[in-house]
């Protein structure tokens, strides 16, 4: 049983489309982060949410803490080829780190 | 230029064949962590430590060691290697274990195939 689950697994989109990538849990988390890993390399940090509600813009892509601090979504404008990668939410419910099990997602030309 | 370094990138090896990954970051980070990433499960934490001297382990801890002798160096250590620990492997540390304003920062991993 993943503690963070995400959804969708993959998702292979045009370019310029939209999309949105959820990341939920049973448990409640002080702040949560999101990564992206590109082929061959480590995650990366994109950004990390804090407080209940909270609302972060990064460019294009929008990142949401809900109100109860159990789940976050990541929505991605205008989707770019360069957004191509597997993005990882994460965080620590008081005992350990853990990640989601990733959405894997393609932006074609 | 602040980095996790990983070694080696690719490793095959034969089972029972004792090796060690070595991983260094040079950010003075007193918190590090082995990770393992396979197709759908994720990435999965085999151990961590807070800090010299100071390991526990993560989800997946079978099958590894760890020691953290120096700060900037958390080896992972693999006894008796075995087919189903084939996978990616990645080090990581950070500042504290878990902060807003301390992120988790890779090595580029090192893919591991037991044959």
């Known amino acids: 049983t993943q503690l963070l689950e995400q959804s969708p697994q993959f998702l292979s989109i045009q370019e310029g489309e939209n999309l949105t990538v959820y990341c939920n849990s049973s448990s409640v988390f002080s702040s949560l982060q999101w990564y992206r890993q590109e082929p061959g390399e480590g995650p990366v940090l994109l950004v990390t949410v804090v407080t209940g509600g909270e609302v972060k813009k990064l460019k294009r892509l929008t990142f949401q803490f809900g109100d109860a601090r159990k789940d976050s979504s990541l929505h991605i404008t205008a989707a770019q080829p360069g957004d191509t990668g597997l993005y990882l939410c994460?965080?620590?419910?008081?005992?350990?780190?853990?990640f989601g099990t990733g959405t894997s997602l393609t932006v074609i030309p | 230029e602040a980095q996790v370094t990983q070694n080696p990138r690719y490793l095959i090896t034969v089972t029972g064949k004792k090796l060690t990954v070595t991983c260094s970051q040079n950010m003075n980070h007193e918190y590090m962590s082995w990770y393992r990433q396979d197709p759908g499960l994720g990435l999965r934490q085999i151990y961590y430590s807070m800090n010299v001297e100071v390991t526990d382990k993560g989800d997946v801890p079978e099958g590894y060691k760890v020691s953290r002798k120096e700060k900037r160096n958390f080896p992972l250590i693999l006894e008796s290697p075995s087919p189903n620990q084939t996978s990616l492997y990645f080090c990581?540390?950070?500042?504290?274990?878990?902060?807003?304003?301390?992120?988790?920062?890779f090595g580029n991993g090192t893919r591991l195939t037991v044959t």
């Open positions: 994460a965080g620590d419910p008081g005992n350990q780190f853990y």
């Open positions: 990581a540390s950070s500042s504290n274990l878990f902060g807003y304003d301390s992120p988790l920062h």
